[in-house]
């Protein structure tokens, strides 16, 4: 049997790097596509020369990880760098596996004819959590070679997060990219102009909310990946795109090569009871007795699913913001409302289903900024669906409550639990969500605010990229 040759490996990172051949130009199905919003955030980190690390790019299938790698390159080749001192490799193309990473930039040198040793190069791995001992192989990089700024990528962001903290302590800098925010998703459709910026209080507000409404549908449906924004033809059947390359490889694919999972069948159907179920409390207990699953075992797929980045769970705290025991409960979110249109069917402004998909869009803003200790509140007859404690106190900073009507800005009295919660944890003001007025109240000493969701998910998203705090209810992000 004839082994992989070092002349097929060498040919096979020139395809992969067609810039050495002239061009100065990445491919142009890359260089066309127009940048997301966290681009100007990554690039910085790509460029910083001054400090010896890696950049660990974290985040699903799908969301632009590679694209954003290679408008990176394409900013170095424009700033003059040579096309030579740049290499790219796609860790999971089935020729380099069992090779290393020093294996990898030896075969780059000899492909280019650098000295990566004495020479300045930039060196990207795209999807690296599919190498063995990734983690190892990448602090050593840092460690040997302080000439190769070293970037890498992977899927399954939250299993790539972890390694990176254990093994990369002051060697690796970690970046998350999100499926795509309400803001980016206008961003990327030149839409950012249905807002404008109050100079009073800094809020963003929608000029004209009917018509954000609309794109808020479509956001919930089909919003949450670049491919999507701009394809028609997926669009008609997101099912197809969503759920087949992008759900399916990571529960067919990616999760049992990178965990040994032998029950696919078992992960599946725990996976779109969870979608079907997103926003919606649900305990060990009762996925255990409705699937015949051990709890220990659907504990551990959680685990593996939040780590690939489809589903996040949120806990419980109680009617004073304390947090209990025993986690018995807790919401399960996806990641991004447009795959459950996908997995189920896709929804309309009046879907009885609607309230729990604004929820999910509502939380999804929240886990792309700074880390936000993000939990919800219940207890005998009362719910809060947000609650942030501070990290230093535990104690409430601030509450949302999520809502698709606009019942409750004409009749505040009845939002009874929202009040009960506030009083309890001595907040004097909560924000509440509605579906197209802008109003404030109080009622016994709460000021609520309300605030159409769609804004309120564009104002965070915002946010997130920018890193500014344009309302009351977003300075813990900024902090």
């Known amino acids: ?67 954003m790698i ?47 040793r004495s020479s300045q190069i930039y060196a990207f791995f795209d999807e690296i959590q599919y190498m063995r001992e990734w983690e190892q192989y990448l602090k050593s990089l840092v460690d040997t070679y302080p000439n190769v700024k070293t970037l890498a990528s992977g899927s399954a962001a939250a299993a790539l997060r972890l390694k990176s903290e254990e093994s990369g302590a002051g060697r690796f800098t970690d970046f998350l990219l999100p499926p795509l925010t309400f803001y980016e998703y206008l961003d990327l459709l030149g839409k950012t102009g249905l807002f404008k910026l109050s100079p009073d209080d800094g809020a963003f507000t929608a000029i004209d909310i009917d018509e954000v409404n609309r794109q808020f549908i479509d956001y919930l449906n089909v919003g949450g990946y ?56 649900v305990s060990l207990e009762e996925l255990s007795k409705n699937s015949g699953v051990a709890k220990n075992t659907i504990k551990r797929y959680m685990e593996y699913l939040e780590a690939a980045f489809l589903i996040k769970l949120v806990h419980r705290v109680d009617r ?86 606009d019942r409750y800005c004409d009749n505040p009295g009845e939002l009874k639990s929202v009040i009960a919660f506030c009083r309890s944890t001595k907040l004097r003001d909560v924000l509440v969500t509605s579906k197209t007025k802008v109003s404030t109240s109080e009622k016994e000493g709460v000021t ?29 992000q900024s902090r």
């Open 226 to 281: 670049p491919e999507v924004v701009f394809s028609r033809e997926i669009q008609s059947d997101p099912g197809r795109f969503i759920k087949n390359d992008i759900i399916d490889k990571v529960l067919l694919r990616d999760l049992p090569s990178l965990y040994g999972i032998s029950d696919i069948q078992e992960l599946n159907s725990l996976f779109t009871t969870l979608a079907f179920n997103t926003a919606n409390e």
């Open 70 to 116: 290679h408008q990176a390159i394409q900013s170095l080749l424009d700033e003059g760098i040579s096309p030579q001192a740049v290499c790219y490799f796609s860790v999971d193309h089935p020729i380099f596996n069992g090779l290393s990473l020093d294996k990898l930039l030896e075969c780059y040198g000899l492909a280019t004819g650098m000295d990566y």
């Open 320 to 405: 004073n913001a304390r947090k209990f025991r025993r986690a018995n409960f807790f919401k399960v979110y996806l990641a991004n409302p447009s795959m459950r249109a996908a997995l189920f069917a896709p929804i309309d402004a009046n879907d009885e289903r609607i309230g729990a998909l604004v929820e999910t869009a509502v939380f999804s803003q929240w886990f792309h900024g700074p880390p936000a200790v993000l939990h919800y509140a219940r207890w005998s007859g009362g719910e809060v669906d947000i609650v942030s404690l501070a990290s230093d106190t535990q104690k409430p900073s601030w509450a949302v409550e999520v809502k698709w009507s």
């Open 1 to 67: 049997m004839q082994e992989i040759s070092s002349g097929e490996i060498i040919k096979r990172i020139r395809v992969e790097n067609p810039w050495w051949e002239g061009t100065h130009n990445i491919v142009q199905g890359y260089r066309n596509l127009k940048p997301r919003a966290y681009f100007e955030r990554f690039l910085p980190l790509v460029k910083n020369l001054s400090v010896r690390r890696a950049v660990v790019l974290m985040g699903p299938r799908r969301v632009g990880k590679t694209v």
């Open 448 to 476: 609520i605010e309300f605030v159409p969701a769609s804004s309120y998910c564009f104002t965070v998203g915002f946010n997130a990229i920018h890193n500014q705090s344009l309302s009351v209810h977003a300075r813990e």
